[in-house]
């Protein structure tokens, strides 16, 4: 099983910088994308980026051309680059793996949060 785990939130003013880290870990599942979601105070997770086993992205609408998901293979890790932060950003953001098993069966693993707040 994979197990992932999320670092790098914070709090920073809006227009800042940030970068979320998420690790995997883990045997028996063949991972075919990762993504990033975050959960606000309205309660809703929504994806914010993804990126798939063959290095293809896209991002919601409202964080495309400030954010970017990219992958460090050696390490197992996916990041998600915040730039030009906005108040709106601030969330609980989740690192979610999809993949298969050894029996092709579809599996989602989701990482514990990391906590980004975005200041005015």
């Known amino acids: 099983q994979v197990q992932l785990v999320e670092s790098g939130g914070d709090l920073v003013q809006a227009g800042g910088s940030l970068r979320l880290s998420c690790a995997a870990s883990?045997?028996?599942?063949?991972?075919?994308?990762i993504g990033w979601y975050r959960q606000n105070s309205g309660n809703q997770r929504e994806l914010v980026a993804q990126i798939t086993s063959d290095g293809r992205t896209n991002y919601a609408t409202s964080v495309e051309g400030r954010f970017t998901i990219s992958a460090y293979n050696a390490k197992n890790t996916v990041y998600l680059q915040m730039n030009s932060l906005k108040p709106e950003d601030t969330g609980l953001y989740y690192c979610n793996a999809s993949g298969t098993d050894s029996l092709f069966r579809y599996l989602e693993v989701w990482g514990q949060g990391t906590l980004v707040t975005v200041s005015s």
């Open positions: 883990g045997s028996g599942f063949r991972i075919n994308a």
